[in-house]
Nanobody
Framework: VQLQASGGGLVQPGGSLRLSCAVS????????IAWFRQAPGKEREALSW????????YYADSVKGRFTISRDNAKNTVYLQMNSLKPEDTAVYYC??????????????????WGQGTLVTVSS
């Protein structure tokens, strides 16, 4: 099982980026995928989750209306489209596979495999 996050970079405030999470070793039909981020000196924050079956989506209040999660099963890839980016969105972004369903989708302990992270910097 592997998850590979990519697409980070430097963007100006108000700009957009699309992150990708390429997965291997399992089917996106069977597992939900979430995006998290961690800024320097801050705790890891859950951003969004897409179910494996049915593709329902969930968002943290901090990104609702600005970020959109989606997936392409044929490409084994989950995306995070990020619009209207703010300096406070600067962080390392991670994707993760949800394995347990014992609590909220936003709890990191629900996830068993994580990507390596991709850095997003929002600055003028």
């Amino acid at each position: 099982v592997q998850l590979q996050a990519s697409g980070g970079g430097l963007v100006q405030p108000g700009g957009s980026l699309r992150l990708s999470c390429a997965v291997s070793g399992f089917s996106l039909d069977s597992y939900g995928i979430a995006w998290f981020r961690q800024a320097p000196g801050k705790e890891r924050e859950a951003l969004s989750w897409i179910r494996g079956r049915g593709a329902s989506t969930y968002y943290a209040d901090s990104v609702k209306g600005r970020f959109t999660i989606s997936r392409d099963n044929a490409k084994n890839t989950v995306y995070l489209q990020m619009n209207s980016l703010k300096p406070e969105d600067t962080a390392v972004y991670y994707c993760a596979r949800r394995y347990w369903y014992r609590s909220s989708w936003s709890a990191a302990r629900e996830y068993d495999y994580w990507g390596q992270g991709t850095l997003v910097t929002v600055s003028s």
